[in-house]
Structures are given as C-alpha cells and as structure tokens.
C-alpha cells in the first residue's frame, strides 16, 4: 500500500499569509494526487486534481505542484473562509490512500 | 446541478448487517467511477470501496473485503454498499463519491 505522509498536522496562519501544506508518497504515484478541503461537519471539497489542475470554482489562490513522491498545495494570500482541514489523497494505485490531514487555523 | 444523496445508515449490533445507498442526479452516472470514502468521529478519510463505470470492476480495502460489497445500477443511477459482518471499527460517517463530488454523509454505528 502506498502511505500517504502529511505535513504538518497543524498549521496556525494570518489572513495574507503564504501557506503551504506537503505530502510525501511512499513511492511514485505519477502525480495522480488530489487536494481536498473539509469543514467541520461538512463533506470534503475536491480543490485541485491530478497534482495541479483547480477544480471549477475554486479561488485561483489555490494551487498544486510536484511530482514523483513529492507534492505540495499551495494558498498564495490565505483568506479567513480557508479555515479546515486539508487531505491528499493519491489515486494512481489500490488501495487509493489518504493522508492524514493538515489542520489550518486562521491566526 | 449535481447531487449524490446517500441513505440506509443507523445503528446496528456488531456482526449485523447494513445496506447503504446513493442516488445521483444532475450528471451521467455511468461515465464515472464510484467510491465509497468513511471518516470515523474525529478521525480522517479512509477509503473503502470502488467500482468501475459498469460494475465490472469492484475494489476493496483488506479490513473490509469479503465482508462489503460495492454495487451500482446504472439505470437508476444508484450506488450501494452492502456491509456485513459488521464491527465497531466499521463506525463511521459513510461519503459517496465521484472524487470529485461528495454526498453529504450518512452515520453508520456498530455498537451493542
């Protein structure tokens, strides 16, 4: 199985900030790699597909890099609504695995 | 506008059994692949089950293969997870999902 590692766990930001959040792959997975958002008591919400590709509708704030093992979700000017908990989640091979999640905290 | 509307969950004593459902509308089911997504209270999403576009195809993940099965009917645009031999590690809120459109949740709880 490929294990999915998310980092960090908790991250505590200003309005403005540049944020990143990185998973790490236990082997390629040919950037098939998802980003998805998820509030408190609410069903996640797909932010960026396949590595870099943002969903219809999502702010252009948000955006998607890597490749290989490696792979980072970027928010360039982070706004009070991009409070929650962020998941990858890697498609390329079963069983599909998640990360663990990265809690955003707005300062 | 697309809508994945999930039903049939409850509370069920462990080793019992639970049919979840989902309908779809608002897009063509049977271009997507299906998925079943959980998340226990206060824990993670954890992926549970797949099938491709006609059924042909069904995917599992080890704690739950033999003991799930993922299935679709493609002229009612519906999703089903049949879930026996249940266990209360099996608690969780149950996602239906196309990756890209989630339903809303439905509490599955296996407890005596």
């Known amino acids: 199985d490929i294990q999915m590692t998310q980092s960090p766990s908790l991250l505590s930001a200003s309005v403005g900030d540049r944020v990143t959040i990185n998973c790490k792959a236990s082997?390629?997975?040919?950037?098939?790699l998802n980003w998805y958002q998820q509030k408190l008591g609410e069903a996640p919400k797909l932010l960026i597909y396949n590595t870099n590709n943002l969903q219809t509708g999502i702010p252009s704030r948000f955006s998607g890099s890597g490749s290989g093992t490696d792979y980072t979700l970027t928010i360039s000017s982070l706004q009070p609504e991009d409070f929650g908990t962020y998941f990858c989640f890697q498609h390329n091979s079963w069983p599909l695995t998640f990360g663990s999640g990265t809690k955003l905290e707005i300062k | 506008e697309v809508q994945l509307v999930e039903s049939g969950g409850g509370l069920v004593q462990p080793g019992r059994s639970l049919k979840l459902s989902c309908a779809a509308s608002?897009?063509?089911?049977?271009?997507?692949?299906m998925a079943w997504v959980r998340q226990a209270p206060t824990k993670g999403l954890e992926w549970v089950a797949s099938?491709?576009?006609?059924?042909?195809?069904?995917y599992y993940r080890d704690s739950v293969k033999g003991r799930f099965t993922i299935s679709r009917d493609n002229a009612k645009s519906s999703l089903y997870l049949q879930m026996d031999s249940l266990r209360s590690e099996d608690t969780a809120t149950y996602y239906c999902t196309t990756g890209g459109n989630w339903g809303q949740g439905v509490m599955v709880t296996v407890s005596s």
């Open positions: 099938i491709s576009y006609d059924g042909g195809s069904t």
């Open positions: 608002g897009f063509t089911f049977s271009d997507y692949y």
């Open positions: 082997q390629n997975i040919n950037k098939y």
